[in-house]
């Protein structure tokens, strides 16, 4: 069984083993220790490709904002687009957790390339939670070996953080789904194969309205409409998508079933956004590295700046946070591999955390390296503007913190025996009513 189910019968710690040879000579994470194998397995290889690969090519694919087909093919020879695909499918059975620990390495180097992975996850998370055996046949393997991209449709320009209000519909005509609408922000677009498509298959359904549709390059009435500039992820395309009486067999409606797309846009987006704090994570814990090294390096008033307390300050503050970040990754992608009922509010959680705490580290950064760090010779204000992004997608942090708020006050019900010490007006309200109330608890 694949981990993101979330049928809580994966074990948390599955594959666990303590590293005592372990190492943390390059002082990046001191818990290697609390890793599988394969985790770190497939961290280093990201490791590896984004200081080899990826970094001497980031401010190029940066400026010309063109996908970097050479840093896919990297990834894909290094068989990590099937981390998070099951191993019957052609992955390498791995969850959200070594998704996470790919992207937030490849995002030390580049933002770009961090979401430029992760969004085949997000795109293919539908098929994976809800596809028939068939579908998932059909294209998890060439995902998984990297052969075909895949992107993920569920904006439009009427439904942003609205989700459910969107408008692309999609009729049944014989054998086939007929398509027409437009999709905004699709991040992959164009790049991709394979779209994971939103669409309105009984508009008279309040809670069945929507169903999710694989669509395919090629596909006839299918289009790429404008692709847009953007302040940072350059390397990726952010695309429109057009439908005009767009005809895909029927066999292509996910699951089989219809009307029960929102809940698998909404069970996506709760693993896939962990990812996202990856991503924030990783150009968190990149730009505090190029910071450090920086105050090292630069002198001012005849010493290293990283001599200076109010220099120190900014670096404890940004290393503290980034860590308290990494944690709280980790812990969520951990509640997604187990299915743990908390993990739609972990993954908020993370999301909020994570990308608040990079844009004001990644600000920080450009903060230690003054008047050199707004300039665009130098690598850290790249870091800065694919930051911020990370706070706006797969959900604006102000959605993070309704998701967060609904679930708290669900699980209140949990924590009903605390009432009894709140002293409110429709309760005991002296610290005498309050013992005379713990002595009646006590007796009952
Ligand atoms: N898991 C399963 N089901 C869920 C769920 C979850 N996490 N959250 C909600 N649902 C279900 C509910 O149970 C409910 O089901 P019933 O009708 O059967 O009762 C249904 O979905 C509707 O739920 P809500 O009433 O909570 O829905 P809402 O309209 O109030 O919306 C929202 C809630 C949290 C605001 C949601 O719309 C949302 O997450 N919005 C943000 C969308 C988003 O993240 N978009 C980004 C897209 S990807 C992107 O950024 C582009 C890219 O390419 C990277």
């Not at 019968?9 to 943390?24: K, N, Q, V, Y």
């Not at 519909?169 to 905004?184: F, P």
């Not at 009307?259 to 991503?279: I, S």
Request: charged share 25%; net charge neutral; glycine share 10%.
């Amino acid at each position: 069984m694949h981990r993101l189910g979330g049928t809580g019968r994966a074990p948390i710690l599955a594959g666990f083993r303590w590293r005592s040879d372990a190492t943390s000579a390059d002082g990046r994470c001191p818990l290697d220790q609390l890793f599988t194998a394969e985790n770190l397995h497939w961290r280093d290889k990201a490791r590896d490709i984004a200081d080899r690969i990826v970094r001497p090519l980031a401010a190029k694919y940066d400026r010309e904002q063109e996908y970097p087909w050479e840093i896919r093919d990297a990834l894909a020879e290094a068989g990590l687009f099937g981390v998070w695909i099951p191993k019957e499918f052609g992955g390498h059975g791995g969850g959200v957790m070594d998704l996470c620990l790919v992207v937030e390495e490849l995002s030390r180097a580049c933002g770009g390339v961090g979401v430029l992975f992760a969004v085949n996850a997000l795109g293919s998370f539908p098929i994976l939670l809800a596809g028939t055996d068939e579908q998932k046949a059909a294209y998890l393997p060439s995902i998984a070996n990297g052969e075909k991209l895949i992107a993920f449709g569920l904006s439009e320009r009427p439904a942003g953080s609205d989700a459910s209000g969107l408008l692309t519909n999609a009729v049944e005509d014989g054998d086939h789904w007929v398509l027409n609408g437009s999709k905004k922000w699709t991040t992959n677009g164009g790049a991709a194969d394979i779209y994971s498509i939103f669409a309105v298959t009984d508009p008279a359904s309040k809670s069945r309205r929507i169903s999710a549709i694989i669509v395919e390059k090629g596909d006839p009435g299918f289009e790429i409409g404008r692709k847009e500039d953007k302040m940072g992820i350059r390397c990726v395309p952010v695309v429109e998508l057009h439908f005009d009486n767009c005809r895909v067999p029927k066999n292509r409606l996910l699951g089989g079933r219809a009307g029960l797309g929102f809940k698998h846009a909404m069970m996506t987006l709760d693993r896939a956004r962990p990812g996202v704090a990856a991503q924030a994570m990783g150009l968190a814990a990149g730009a505090l590295e190029l910071a450090t090294v920086y105050a090292t390096q630069r002198k001012q008033f005849g010493a290293p700046i990283s001599s200076f307390q109010m220099i120190q300050q900014l670096l404890a503050d940004m290393a503290s946070n980034v860590e308290a970040g990494r944690q709280l990754v980790y812990a969520a992608a951990r509640a997604c591999d187990a299915g743990a009922p908390e993990l739609t509010k972990m993954a908020a959680m993370s999301k909020l955390f994570a990308t608040d705490m990079a844009m004001r580290v990644t600000t920080d950064a450009v903060q230690v390296f003054g008047g050199y760090g707004f300039m665009k010779d130098y690598p850290i204000e790249k870091f800065m503007r694919d930051a911020k992004i990370t706070q706006i997608y797969e959900g604006t942090n102000q959605v993070q913190r309704l998701v967060i708020a609904r679930n708290l006050i669900k699980e209140a019900g949990r924590l009903d025996h605390l009432a009894a010490f709140i002293p409110l007006p429709d309760h005991p309200n002296t610290l005498e009513d309050l013992a005379r109330a713990e002595r009646a608890s006590a007796d009952a």
